[in-house]
């Protein structure tokens, strides 16, 4: 139990040994550790903004789409109204076309009429002359009957 | 056991605690525990440098399977050393820990090798009649541990307080800076500085030496008969198993006073 040198020598390999662990052992393990803990920590701090990210991209594309889905409604209540405009103005104009066919068909027909009516008129003096003739037996003289019969001729 | 001796309790117990020593001068101090060196500096040589040797090439991605371990051993101490120490530990606390804690537990776990197998060996094997493998159980190897962190503990105060400063704690802590108190101040500082290293040296000693004695004891008993054999075998194989909690139960109290103390001296009051 007796204290002897020993115990110097002893200090001395202490005290190296603590040199070594300083200098030697515990730097790079610290480092390592240290390395490794802010390579997690920005790992996780990059997953997390991902997260975020993803979160705004989805409520993004969620708005996006509710827009695009309304632009397209638009879009079709637009058309809707066009067509609806375009088959109104068509109706409209097919009437105002049919009315004019009308009413060119009805000049005409009465233009073809008035026309029948003439050339009736015109020969009803000579029918109306040659039944006269068969009914007196004789030559009627238009000259002499002319004022008469253009008078019958005017009143038809 | 050499043939020569007669196995008697005493002369067993006798040679099994007697160092090898080597005197290098006159009188009793200037000898060496060449066991005590040899194993100390043997395990420190063999631990330190694997450690040094597997850290060499610690990578910060994925640690195989050996730097994990170390960097498991490294956190632990840091992490108690954290909660003691306030200030940069990495330069000089912290390293300090895990070397002692290290080697502390390196000497402590050479109480595992059965001592009478081991005692053939030296014998046998390296010619040595005297040899303790167990450094902690010389009280050359706690002391010389306690005492070093002792005048660790003296330079830091000094370094952080100034030697004014220190001097000034010496005699007017812990009761006031009253003249009167003076007295009473260093007689208490006195006896702190000098309980911290017997306390710190001589309960590791004690566990480790008192250890190696019931190892001892139940060796003795072994050799008494049948009896004797089977119950000296199983209570050898409890204290062996109690004794791994010993081991590094002392390796880290001794760690974290030697903190503590290195703590406190760069505490001022």
Known sequence: MDITFTLIAQALTFAILIWFTAKFVWPPVMSAIENRQKTIADGLAAAERG???????????????????????????????????????AKLQAKVEADRIIAGATAEIE?????????????????????????????????????????????? | MSTEHVLTPSSYITH??????????????????????????????????????????????????????????VEFVDDQVKGIFHGDRSKFIAPLALTVFVWVLMMNAMDFLPIDVMAWVYEHVFGQEHFRAVPTSDINATFALALSVWF????????????????????????????????????????????????????????????????????????????????????????????????VLQAFIFMMLTVVYLAMAHESH
């Open chain 2, 152 to 247: 660790l503990m003296i330079f830091f105060s000094i370094k952080v307080k100034g030697l004014g400063g220190w001097i000034h704690e010496l005699f007017c802590s812990p009761f006031g800076s009253n003249p009167l108190v003076w007295p009473a101040n260093f007689l208490f500082n006195l006896i702190e500085y000098v309980s911290k290293p017997l306390s710190h040296s001589l309960r590791l000693f004690g566990n480790m030496y008192a250890g190696e004695i019931i190892f001892l004891l139940l060796g003795m008993w072994a050799a008494t008969g049948l009896v004797g054999t089977i119950f000296g075998a199983l209570l050898g194989v409890g204290w062996s198993i109690f004794h791994i909690l010993i081991v």
């Open chain 1, 51 to 89: 997260k975020h990210d993803l979160d705004l991209a989805a409520k993004r594309s969620a708005e996006l789409l509710r827009e695009a889905k309304e632009k397209a409604a638009d879009i079709l209540a637009a058309g809707d109204k066009r067509a609806s405009e375009i088959i109104e103005a």
């Open chain 1, 111 to 156: 233009q073809e009429a008035f026309r029948a009516k003439e050339q009736l008129r015109s020969q009803v003096s000579a029918i109306a002359l040659a039944g006269a003739a068969k009914i007196l037996g004789r030559e009627v003289d238009s000259k002499a009957h002319n004022d008469l019969l253009d008078k019958l001729v005017a009143e038809m």
């Open chain 2, 16 to 73: 099994h605690l007697t160092f090898n020593s080597q005197s290098i001068g006159n009188g009793g101090f200037w000898s060496l525990h060449m066991d005590t060196l040899v194993v100390s500096g043997l395990l420190g040589l063999v631990t330190f440098g694997l450690m040094w040797w597997i850290v060499r090439g610690a990578t910060s991605g994925v640690p195989g399977k050996r730097q994990a371990a170390i960097e498991l051993l």
